[in-house]
């Protein structure tokens, strides 16, 4: 087995397997039919704004870049695949097929948005071509790693912009979908805007700041609230944030400053309190009174307990206290939308002869009509300040008379004078990673500049303005053309 180069060192097994049946399925009968090693192209994009929003946040893709570097059938993976058995009782693969899996090496081109950039229904997120055999195989795990990242950075920049600039803590292991759902989540949860995480993996693996307070079982386990403060503020003198609410939290709050004055060490600091119930905004309120009065106004407000953009936004309407937002459950599970509708369809194929056919799926369902070609995004800006963005099939030349993409009614010619970016840019080439990855705060970093660059109109939570994404002159053509030929077959 070849040595393990990224994340997946946390797991122990080899993640080929990590896919659906029916891409294993077309897979032999792409090598059976002889066009295995046919050059295709496929493209990831969604259909529906996250949230019901006006942007998305791409993530996922260093998870996606380890999966490949590591990407192998091992004997254990083949003699699994060798055991399947065809409804006839009749091996569901042949051995030669099974020999000629565990010998593949991935020589797929990947070009891909990068993390922290937004993006926007149909555009392409990534796109990926190569023989037709792997480009399918890689399918249900770009779709896995992408959709998910995707949808918790975005509900995670969500939560950070109705922050207003404070603190914003990612609390919500405990409550992810399992091991696997808790990483995934901590990590998109910083690329989104989170300062720190509560998980001390994810810290870990990711070099994420960690962040951690105390339990109400802390203060249970002693005799009363003063003594379990300051056993705690002895234990933990430069990192006391106290929870205040396990019986009432105005007296705990007092409480806290008792501890601090009966303490006996000159090296102590308050860092704050939290509040884990109640209303949260009144009793902010009351305890940023009693801070003050008795000489803490540095010390911090920390509120946890069923958090979201929606209930912070209003919260600091409000006049909340609150500075820190423990946000939890509602961030890592994606409460409000429990998936992004991520799709990965085939736009191109070579025949024979290497000329490229351009493919469509049509449906009766306008959203479900794909692109074809070679898909790129151009995005334009003036002054730091974006505007449009252009999908276009880059082998052709782009022309800037733009129709939306679901609304062929909406039309707009963009200047070729103002500044652009194509945003697809090269991940792999021939197999071969040439992507230089930046550390997770760059990423960070990334996604605080672009919704910068976003109107505000377009970041409201309510009736968002939509931005306007629309495909160029050409590739509507092709689009309208192919789907009418389609119709007459």
Known sequence: MRMKRGENLIYKESLALFTDLYELTMAYGYWKMGMHNQEAVFHLSFRKWPFKGGFAIAAGLKPLIDYILDFEFTESDISYLSSLKDNANQPLFETAFLKYLRGIELKCDIDAVEEGTLVFPYEPIIRVRGPILQAQILESVILN??????????????????ASGDQVVEFGMRRAQGIDGAISASRASFIGGCESTSHVLAGKLFDIPVRGTMAHSWVMAFDDELKAFMSFAEVMPHNCIFLID????????????????GMAKKDFSLLGVR??????THLSVEVRKILDQEGY??????????????????MKNQGSKVTIWGVGTNLVTSKDQSALDGVYKLSGIQDEDGKWIDRIK????????????????????????????????????LDLHLTKVLDENDKRDISGDIESKDLLIPIFQKGELVYHFPHLKEIQKRTKEELSALDSRMKRFINPEPYFVGLDRNLYAKRKTLIK?????
Do not use: C, W
């Open 145 to 162: 790693i992408i959709n998910f990242q995707t949808l918790i950075a975005t509900k995670s920049a969500r939560v950070s912009l109705a």
């Open 246 to 261: 396990t019986y009432d939290s105005l007296e705990g709050a007092r409480n806290a400053i008792r501890a601090v004055r």
């Open 275 to 280: 509040l884990d119930s109640g209303d949260l």
């Open 297 to 314: 106004k540095d010390a911090k407000i920390m509120a946890s307990n069923e958090l979201d953009e929606y209930l912070i936004g209003d």
């Open 362 to 397: 049509i449906s009766e369902q306008t959203a479900k009509v794909t692109l074809p070609g070679h898909l790129q995004v151009r995005r334009f800006y003036i002054e730091g300040k974006y505007v449009a963005d252009a999908i276009y099939d880059e082998r052709e030349e």
């Open 485 to 489: 030929s389609m119709r007459k077959k």
